[in-house]
């Protein structure tokens, strides 16, 4: 059984930063995709950020220049760096991975960024 488990969440003031992880565990061989999405309150789920076995990313728009994604291999985990942040970042916070052809999701990490 796969599981990802997210840590990191919080409140924090506009512009101020936070670092999400999320780790994998469980019975496979390498992880070919890793990334973050968020779902605001009467929004849709969307994607933030992901990133590649060998490390190469796409993002949305709205958090370009802000956030970085970043994967240890060896430790099968993801970390979202979140710099300059706003309250439109506010949203639960996803991690998802494609593992052994199959999809995941962490149970959600909540960020919340005061004005």
């Known amino acids: 059984q796969v599981q990802l488990v997210e840590s990191g969440g919080g409140l924090v003031q506009a512009g101020g930063s936070l670092r999400l992880s999320c780790a994998a565990s469980?019975?496979?061989?390498?992880?070919?995709?890793m990334g973050w999405y968020r779902q605001a309150p009467g929004k849709q789920r969307e994607l933030v950020e992901r990133?590649?076995?060998?490390?190469?990313?796409n993002y949305a728009d709205s958090v370009k220049g802000r956030f970085t994604i970043s994967r240890d291999n060896p430790k099968n985990t993801v970390y979202l760096q979140m710099n300059s942040l706003k309250p439109e970042d506010t949203a639960v916070y996803y991690c998802?991975?494609?593992?052994?052809?199959?999809?995941?999701w962490g149970q959600g990490t909540q960020v919340t960024v005061s004005s």
């Open positions: 998802n991975a494609y593992i052994n052809g199959l999809e995941y």
């Open positions: 469980g019975r496979f061989v390498g992880i070919r995709l």
């Open positions: 990133i590649t076995n060998i490390r190469t990313t």
